[in-house]
């Protein structure tokens, strides 16, 4: 006969989310928020004088111009300036996720290596990522190379140090569980291992993510002739405010859009298994 | 089948060269389809034990035997544990049902009964409806009796329990000792309790080994034959604990 029990639980679980009133949910307070950003830059801009600091509306319609017409220095048009920015900055973002989560798991399994590579990555972390900047440009001239690799260098001892930290806090205990059932390694690596990592790889992809284009931009500021960089670059030469301002506002936009719609919602489908909710 | 420890034991080395014995020579048999307590003081070693019957560490000297035929991972014969353990250690990030296919997949029960075997154990600890949930919004009792199930579903030779109950509280592990042995009494696996808790493996066990503290030996061998469908408050399973309470504090001052 099989033990039948009911599930106090579950029906809890149903019931749980109760919605609170409309103006203080979590979109309402976001867009509020957002809001109140852009009324503020108003005011400012307002008390300080468009010509000092050009408010949000002036700032949209110049860096509109630029983006729809295309119109801007040498001989590119704007949007390419954006897409070679996109394109260094991901290119680095992949090499420093790979060789950084090599290395990490490598230091979380290896103690030779452990002891080794500590204070490769302590001088990695303290180098500032302007020195890798200039660096890379006598070393690369200018190319694309200067950007990709500054932008590894400041973003991998970054990565080796949370993959490693997530190795070696990787369960023991449920390690052994899996040999008692004679798991596989494939298996193990699969299940028991990998998503326990997945955290902290998540937090290597977020930081990596924000890091790196302000990098890209340091690189292109400095010595490249082409990328958002360049014509922050070109507009400060030209001491358009608005230009800058519209250009650094942009990126900003496209990168958190980016964040939000690609590693917020990766990130929340893989690790919806955690208990924000406890129930019982 | 039948299940034997042979000059069983185990010492541990400290770094500083001191030498630790967890467990003096231990042999004695377990018949098949038996479900059999052993009990001892914590840190007696009862864990270590059971780990070197699942196979997870070697003895120092000695062998576990199935049938006459040893056991380990270079002997040719292994043996198919379930282990339900004191946490359930339960993979978060795999549903309920998942938690169950990743035991089947790991032993190697082809894909195509996963379905059958998990509804069926599921629905053996009582949690049909569960499946999809993930294990950190359960409760710890119903953790627990996914922890059971897992270690069920993969037809184990021999299920070994490391005080399951011990971090539930009073009133879910006397009821997930029930259902424990309603299930023990429909599929009569060859079961290796763990506790330190004299009453429940009163209340539970066939056959009760008592170990002394490190290093562990068996010093004494009960058999309980109480009939089932026991319950806390009967007068004979009352004082049986008390007469095993009595033989251990009269073991410990020896």
């Not at chain 2, 042999?27 to 307590?37: A, P």
């Not at chain 2, 897992?150 to 299920?159: C, F, K, N």
């Not at chain 2, 000792?177 to 066990?205: C, N, P």
Request: glycine content about 8%; some cysteine; hydrophobic content about 50%.
């Amino acid at each position: 006969m099989p033990v039948e029990i009911e599930n106090p639980v579950l029906q809890e679980a149903r019931a749980l989310p109760a919605p609170g009133p409309m103006w203080r949910s979590r979109p309402a307070i976001k867009a509020a928020s957002f809001l109140t950003l852009l009324l503020l830059w108003s005011v400012i801009s307002r008390v300080s004088g468009e010509e000092i600091f050009p408010g949000p509306l002036a700032v949209g319609a110049s860096i509109a111009e630029d983006l729809v017409t295309g119109a801007g220095p040498g001989l590119h048009i704007s949007p390419y300036h954006i897409a070679v920015s996109l394109l260094r900055i991901l290119c680095a973002f992949a090499i420093a996720m790979v060789v950084g989560s090599a290395l990490g798991v490598l230091m979380g399994v290896n103690r030779v290596c452990e002891s080794f590579l500590d204070n490769w990555i302590m001088v990695g972390l303290t180098i500032p990522g302007l020195c890798w900047a200039l660096i890379a440009l006598m070393w690369f001239g200018i190319h694309d190379a200067s950007a990709v690799f500054a932008i590894v260098m400041v973003c991998l001892p970054f990565v080796v140090v949370n993959i490693w930290e997530g190795t070696k806090a990787v369960d023991k205990q449920l390690l052994d569980m899996a040999r008692v059932f004679s798991a596989s390694r494939r298996l193990i690596l699969r299940k028991v291992i990998f998503p326990q990592l997945l955290p902290y790889v998540f937090a290597a992809v977020r930081y990596t993510f924000s890091v790196a284009w302000k990098i890209a931009v340091v690189a292109e500021v400095f010595g490249l002739s082409s990328g958002v960089g360049f014509m922050l670059n070109y507009w400060f030469g030209m001491f358009r405010i608005d230009k800058v301002l519209g250009w650094t506002a942009t990126f900003t936009l496209i990168m958190l859009l980016l964040e939000a719609v690609l590693i917020k919602k990766a990130h929340a489908r893989a690790l919806r298994w955690r208990a924000e909710v406890t129930l019982a | 089948m039948r299940i034997a420890l042979e000059n069983l034991s185990k010492a541990f080395q400290h770094p500083n060269g001191a030498v630790t014995q967890v467990f003096a020579p231990l042999t004695f048999q377990i018949e098949g389809s038996t479900f059999v307590s052993l009990v001892g003081p914590s840190g007696c070693g009862k864990s270590t034990l059971l780990n070197i019957i699942a196979g997870l560490e070697a003895p120092t000297a000695g062998q576990v035997t199935v049938d006459g035929r040893p056991i380990g991972s270079d002997r040719g014969r292994s043996l198919r544990v379930g282990y339900v353990f004191q946490n359930p250690r339960l993979l978060n990030w795999l549903t309920v049902a998942g938690n169950i296919e990743f035991a089947l997949e790991a032993t190697g029960v082809s894909r195509e009964r996963w379905r059958a075997l998990v509804d069926q154990y599921i629905g053996l600890v009582g949690l049909r409806g569960t499946e999809d949930h993930f294990p950190l919004h359960l409760s710890g009792g119903m953790q627990q009796r996914v922890g059971i199930a897992r270690a069920l579903a993969i037809d184990p030779e021999i299920v070994l329990m490391d005080e399951p109950f011990s971090h539930l509280d009073d009133i879910t592990a006397r009821r997930l000792r029930s259902e424990l042995i309603q299930i023990w009494q429909r599929e009569r696996r060859t079961v290796i309790f763990v506790t330190h808790d004299i009453l429940e493996a009163v209340y539970l066990a066939d056959r009760i080994v008592m170990l002394t503290n490190k290093p562990a030996r068996v010093f004494h061998d009960q058999p309980v034959s109480l009939p089932r469908d026991r319950h806390y408050g009967d007068r004979a399973l009352l004082d049986l604990a008390a007469e095993l309470l009595n033989r251990f504090y009269a073991q410990a001052e020896a």
